[in-house]
């Protein structure tokens, strides 16, 4: 698990607003805090933490696009400010990582109460090797990258259809 964590650079959370709807945020500071706990900073989330002062449930989404594999963590949040043990170590790393002057308000820690696996279809049908899925995914981003249309796609001619 602290793998995928640690290559996901990009994790969603979902909390409940105020009037019942979802709300879902991009975090890119996740990080496995200890065997119990993910953190992330409040960098710029003012609706997630104010949902999470009202409602502390959270749920977070961690994918490894390439291994096709990540994880849902449930469980309840809690909030940590500069000079806590969990703000230091989270801020150490986002200054190494960005520079200073990053902002920082305070982090997210997030008691897990359950794990689910979240598995590509090659996992479940018993046809993957790890490491083989993650190579091929790999290089089909390093490919396709260089060729997604930008703007949308030209129209079709009354030939085409």
Same mark, same amino acid.
């Given at each position: 698990?602290?793998?995928?964590?640690?290559? %996901?650079? @990009? /994790?969603? %959370?979902? #909390?409940?607003?105020?009037?019942?709807?979802?709300? &879902?945020?991009?975090? *890119?500071?996740?990080?496995?805090?200890? !065997?119990?706990? @993910?953190?992330?900073?409040?960098? *710029?989330?003012? #609706?997630?933490?104010?949902?999470?002062? +009202?409602?502390?449930?959270?749920?977070?989404?961690? &994918?490894?696009?390439?291994?096709?594999?990540?994880? +849902?963590?449930?469980?309840? /949040?809690?909030? /940590?400010?500069?000079?806590?043990?969990?703000? !230091?170590?989270?801020?150490?790393? =986002?200054? !190494? =990582?960005?520079?200073?002057?990053?902002?920082?308000?305070?982090?997210?820690?997030?008691?897990?109460? +359950?794990?689910?696996?979240?598995?590509?279809?090659?996992?479940?049908?018993?046809?993957?090797?790890?490491?083989? =899925?993650?190579?091929?995914?790999?290089?089909?981003?390093? #490919?396709?990258?260089?060729?997604?249309? =930008?703007?949308?796609?030209?129209? %079709?001619? %009354? #030939? !085409? +259809?």
């Amino acid at each position: 698990m602290r793998n995928v964590v640690a290559r %996901a650079w @990009l /994790a969603f %959370a979902a #909390t409940v607003c105020e009037d019942g709807s979802p709300n &879902l945020s991009p975090k *890119g500071s996740l990080r496995v805090y200890d !065997d119990e706990h @993910l953190v992330f900073m409040d960098i *710029g989330s003012p #609706t997630t933490v104010a949902n999470l002062r +009202r409602d502390p449930r959270i749920e977070i989404n961690v &994918l490894d696009v390439f291994s096709r594999r990540g994880y +849902r963590f449930k469980g309840e /949040a809690s909030f /940590a400010g500069p000079g806590s043990p969990e703000y !230091d170590w989270l801020n150490a790393w =986002l200054l !190494d =990582l960005n520079g200073p002057g990053y902002p920082a308000n305070e982090v997210v820690l997030v008691k897990v109460d +359950r794990v689910r696996p979240v598995l590509s279809p090659a996992y479940t049908s018993g046809n993957a090797e790890q490491s083989a =899925l993650t190579a091929g995914w790999e290089e089909r981003y390093r #490919t396709t990258l260089a060729e997604v249309p =930008l703007g949308p796609p030209p129209a %079709a001619k %009354a #030939t !085409d +259809r």
